[in-house]
């Protein structure tokens, strides 16, 4: 009888299995097969750059999320305490989704993206990351003002509060759009490492309606300085204004709108002290300045009270034509020899009442165009857009012209002054 019940139970173990399939070996454990089914499919893997719970992430990165097998279906990128998802883009076939929005600094986020495989197997993926905390703020200050009227030879001025790297500023000035109707053809040119000059190729035309768009934000200077904020500013030009200043004759012609309203004696910088030439826009008018002959001009006549050279008074009606104190403005004092002679310390001398109608007639920007002194405007002293050929002003950061108007529009031809 033992032998018997060891015999059935044998039979019994032996019997577990149905007929037409074979028990999985003793130890391997895995997904069974059972002939004529279809092979059971893997749901699908989704992949999320930034990786789950990653810090620092920088604020340009793009966010991707993609699939392997099957499609994505769903996927939301959150910012914390915002109950708006940004926007992001699907690729035709439903593999892969990108976001290429700037991110907002020390900003935790949350991705979360569903998928589904041809067999229908799902799978749910929950990603969060948290972004970097700037060090500094890139920081732009622009001249012309937003709402300003200026003059035809206006130049856009960006100053910013960092020094920008050589290998950085190409970048930096494709995320600067200048737009203007009527469009025109312009260009930028570095002076320093934090200040950059944008200029049309010729002057504005008047009535122009000018748009700056910096698109800063998530923009990267390196060494933690980034852009966290967008801006823009816009202005309009005003009538053409052009003021030509000629030594030889000693007079200035004002024109208006192409047209000669008026002529005017002056004086210009004697022997030793030349008025700079060439062509120069107004800065700004202000109606008064006390000018000084010290520290102005390093010399014992120049700096003692006295010197042949020395002077500490206000003067008015000033009208700045430079960064380093050339003005044109009221000299009653020079009045007997303006028209004939060369007497002031470089700037333009008028009369009292020739100098305040030009101080009521001007605007920043305006063109004023000065010829024979021998002394020729420079950077050195800040007024160096307008004497450089188009072609030169414009090759740098690796930009070269740029168009204000519609992509493909543009002609290049006869744009070098």
Not at 150 to 155: A, H, I, L, P, R
Not at 371 to 391: P, R, V
Request: charged fraction near 10%; proline fraction near 6%.
């Amino acid at each position: 009888m033992l032998i018997g019940g060891v015999a059935f139970g044998g039979l019994l173990l032996t019997s577990c299995a149905l007929p037409g399939t074979s028990a999985p070996p003793v130890g391997n454990i895995g997904t069974v097969h059972v002939a004529g089914a279809p092979a059971v499919e893997a749901p699908p893997a989704i992949v999320v750059s930034p990786s789950n719970s990653a810090q620092g992430v920088a604020l340009d990165a793009p966010i991707m999320v993609t699939v392997s097998t099957g499609h994505l279906d769903t996927v939301s990128l959150s910012e914390a305490g915002s109950s708006n998802p940004l926007p992001g883009g699907m690729s035709p076939d439903g593999r892969s989704w990108q976001m290429n929005q700037p991110l907002d600094e020390g900003a935790h986020y949350t991705v979360v993206a569903t998928a589904t495989t041809t067999a229908g197997s799902t799978s749910t993926s929950t990603t969060t990351f948290v972004t970097t905390t700037a060090r500094s703020r890139l920081l732009t200050g622009m001249t012309p003002l937003d709402g300003a009227v200026v003059g035809v030879g206006e130049t856009i001025d960006l100053r910013f509060n960092v020094n920008i790297p050589v290998d950085v500023r190409a970048a930096l000035l494709q995320h600067i759009q200048v737009t203007s109707t009527p469009a025109v053809m312009g260009g930028w040119h570095w002076l320093t490492a934090n200040v950059v000059h944008f200029r049309p190729a010729t002057f504005w035309p008047a009535g122009t309606k000018v748009t700056v768009n910096a698109n800063l934000k998530g923009f990267g200077v390196g060494s933690g300085i980034w852009g966290l904020g967008d801006w823009s500013s816009s202005f309009t030009v005003g009538a053409k204004h052009v003021s030509l200043i000629n030594n030889r004759t000693h007079t200035m012609q004002i024109f208006n709108n192409d047209k000669l309203i008026a002529t005017y004696p002056v004086s210009l910088g004697k022997g030793g002290f030349a008025t700079i030439q060439g062509t120069l826009i107004v800065l700004y008018k202000t109606p008064v300045v006390v000018m000084k002959s010290c520290p102005t001009f390093h010399t014992p006549a120049a700096c003692i009270p006295g010197g042949a050279q020395y002077y500490d008074d206000p003067v008015y009606d000033d009208t700045a034509i430079s960064t380093s104190g050339y003005f044109i403005h009221a000299a009653p004092w020079s009045v007997g020899s303006q028209g004939r002679a060369d007497v002031s310390h470089g700037c333009v001398n008028l009369s009292i009442a020739r100098a305040v109608m030009y101080y009521n007639f001007n605007i920043p920007g305006d063109v004023v165009q000065i010829s024979n002194t021998g002394y020729n405007a420079s950077y050195s002293d800040g007024e160096g857009d307008w004497q450089l050929s188009f072609a030169a002003f414009s090759n740098t950061a690796g930009l070269g012209p740029v168009w204000t108007g519609p992509v493909g529009l543009s002609s290049l031809a006869g744009q070098d002054s």
